[in-house]
DNA sequence: CTGGGGAGGGGGCCC
DNA sequence: TGGGCCCCCTCCCCA
């Protein structure tokens, strides 16, 4: 699988991207149909709707309710060290390719013999151990199987196993694709391109049973679903059958099948 | 209440 | 790794 954007259940983590470099810019998307058009100056914040808005205006990259970062996210554990940058600029205020917890490595690593006694700590759980090979063991076997593939989003409690996952999410909260019409902010260009067709009165996805034609192809598959005999959606008890889930749901919700 | 349209969200796949 | 696209799904509204 070339790119893996499940969602990892459980919260436990430690991981924090760099969202300084998650948030990209705001896209003003302008459709070539819109040349030429006298387009409005969009007021962006006040007619957005909050829900949409506010993640916006609440978190900045210096306010991050970021969790305590321990100063264990070696490169042993198998993550990019940028990804823990965030939180040493916190204290640091500078940057540099090593990071922090790379400093707080190297010694260790440059001792493999192990001098003194309990010198290799684990930042997660403080166990020392007297061989860096020991702590390496321990890391494999406890903390670091705690925090692997383990990229939180800042905003909610989602976590997610990459970092292009975790990035696409964000762009849930960040909504830089803004209409330049209504200002609406969306989360991908092609959710922009959608709703700029409610302004348009574009419908490129007709039936080819009716002369009814749609914006969206989901909608389209949806109304194809009208003109089936046979839903797509099929009641286990009664075996109607239905064009939606939502459907579904409702005739199931309104006690054909009770009993089970 | 049911069925259907409109609009939008989110994860997965492909290039 | 990122963007485009697809599919599935949900919510809201209306006839």
Redesign the pocket.
Known sequence: ???????KKHINSFKKPNYS??E?TTVFFTPHIYKGLPLPVIPQPEILSPA?YSPITVWTTSSLPLSPLPSDLSPISGY?SSLSDTSSKDHSGSESPRSDEDEQMLPKLTDPHGVEAEKFQCGLCSKSYSTYSGLLKHKQLHCDAQTRKSFSCKYCE?E?V????L???I???T?PCV?KI?G???????????????HTGE?PFS?PH?N???????????????HSDV???QCKNCS?T??????L???E??G?CVAH
């Open positions: 699988m070339p790119r893996s954007f499940l969602v470099e998650l990209g949409a990019p989602k997610y990459s970092l292009g996952a990035k696409m999410h762009r849930t909260h909504l209409c209504c609406k902010a969306f989360s991908r260009p092609w959710l922009l391109q959608g709703h700029i067709r409610t419908k039936c009716c009814r034609a749609f914006a969206d192809r989901s909608n389209l598959r949806a109304h194809l679903q009208t839903k797509k959606y109607k239905f064009s939606r889930m939502s459907l749901h409702k005739h919700e309104s054909c």
